[in-house]
Each structure stands twice: as structure tokens, then as C-alpha cells.
């Protein structure tokens, strides 16, 4: 079956670290794939988009990896900050049509 | 100026009952979808328009139905309501890429 998968627990992290999450996929071949953030009470907001054919991808303090091989991204917030807590969620394109199919999300929890 | 807008930001509401949630996107979007996030946190499509028309309809049932008078609209309305059915509902657009998403309608069936 088709599963996209985000590790359930919360990551606690010291501030200015890097956090590290890890998004797997089994049984899809995505054109690209997207990270989201949320925060509670709030809708999802884009963050950074990697297609196929691309290794990596920064946008300031974040950075995401792409392996098609291994089926995995992993991203990144470098010197994190109590504000990046949140949940962020990874995003696979299942179609083709810009479909999007949503992990559970993994919580950040940077400690001051 | 909000760019992705959902009406109402809560509803709470009995079994039985028919009600309507509104989205309106500013941003110009060719397509608008609807998700809906259960009490796991999951987000899972329910529809996706383009310029009006339903190009995905997942596994909902037929209770559910979209409506888009305009490429700027996508409303969502629920008949006889269910307790399976509180959730949180989103709506969202883009154009190619990443999606801009509305703040949410909290739905509570009681």
C-alpha cells in the first residue's frame, strides 16, 4: 500500500542546533515533493518544494534533500530558534496534476 | 487581504443537520481543493477543482458536495451531518507548486 510516513514523536531540540526530520515513502514516484509548517489553530503554510531531479534545496535557514533511491527526504532547520516550533508536514505529488498527498506531520519543539 | 479565506471559522452543530462551509481565494489560482484533517492530525484530499471544474472526487461520501460558481470559489456543502464528520476542513489553491491554504473550519457535530 501506499504509505508516506513522519515520525510520530515530537523532536525537542536546543536552540541554535539543527533539526533534522525525516519523511519516508513506499509505493509512489513523485515529480516533486513539499514541506509544510503548521501551527496549532492554523492551516498549513509552503515552505520548500524539491522535484525529482533535484538533491537539494535551501531557502535560509532551511534545507531539504531529496533521494528517489532510498524513497526519502530529510530537511533541515539550521540554527533553530524557539519560533521554528511547530508541526511540519511533508507532501508527496501523486498524480502528476499537482495532487497532493500529506504525511502526519512531526512536531519541533525548539528549547530556549 | 487574506489570500485563501474559509467562512465559518467555527461551526458546531447537531446529527442530522445540512450545513455549508465558504472558501474564496484572492490570489488568482486556477485550482482549489478541499482536505480535511481528523482528530490524528491526518490531511487527506477530498476534492480538487480547476476553473470550475471537479477534477478529484475521492472516497467521500456522497453527502459531500462542492460547488464553484467561479474559478475564485469553491464552497463545500455537508448534508445530514454525522459524528464522524467533526473535523477540521480546509480549503486551499494554487497554481503549480505549493499550495496556499485557508486558516480552517473547526466542524463539530454534537
Known amino acids: 500500500s501506499q504509505k508516506i510516513e513522519q515520525n510520530s514523536e515530537a523532536l525537542n531540540i536546543q536552540e541554535g542546533k539543527t533539526a533534522t526530520l525525516t519523511c519516508n515513502y513506499t509505493n509512489y514516484s513523485p515529480a516533486y515533493l513539499q514541506w509544510y509548517r503548521q501551527d496549532p489553530g492554523r492551516g498549513p503554510v509552503f515552505l520548500l518544494l524539491?522535484?525529482?531531479?533535484?538533491k537539494e534545496k535551501r531557502k535560509e535557514r532551511l534545507k531539504v534533500t531529496f533521494d528517489t533511491t532510498l524513497k526519502q527526504s530529510l530537511f533541515h532547520i539550521t540554527a533553530s530558534q524557539p519560533a521554528d516550533s511547530a508541526t511540519y508536514l511533508c507532501?508527496?505529488?501523486?498524480?502528476?496534476?499537482?495532487?497532493?498527498?500529506f504525511g502526519k506531520g512531526n512536531q519541533v519543539v525548539v528549547i530556549p | 487581504d487574506t489570500a485563501v479565506s474559509q467562512t465559518p471559522k467555527y461551526l458546531v452543530t447537531q446529527m442530522g443537520n445540512d450545513k455549508s462551509i465558504k472558501c474564496e481565494q484572492n490570489l488568482g489560482h486556477d485550482t482549489m481543493y478541499w482536505y480535511k484533517q481528523d482528530s490524528k492530525k491526518f490531511l487527506k484530499i477530498m476534492f480538487s477543482y480547476n476553473n470550475k471544474e471537479l477534477i478529484i472526487n475521492e472516497t467521500v461520501p456522497n453527502r459531500f458536495s462542492p460547488k464553484s460558481p467561479d474559478k475564485a470559489h469553491l464552497n463545500l456543502h455537508i448534508n445530514s451531518l454525522e459524528l464522524g464528520d467533526s473535523a477540521v476542513y480546509f480549503c486551499a489553491s494554487s497554481v503549480q507548486g505549493g499550495y496556499t491554504f485557508g486558516s480552517g473550519t473547526r466542524l463539530t457535530v454534537v
Open positions: 524539491i522535484r525529482e531531479n533535484e
Open positions: 507532501a508527496l505529488d501523486i498524480s502528476g496534476n499537482n495532487r497532493l498527498a
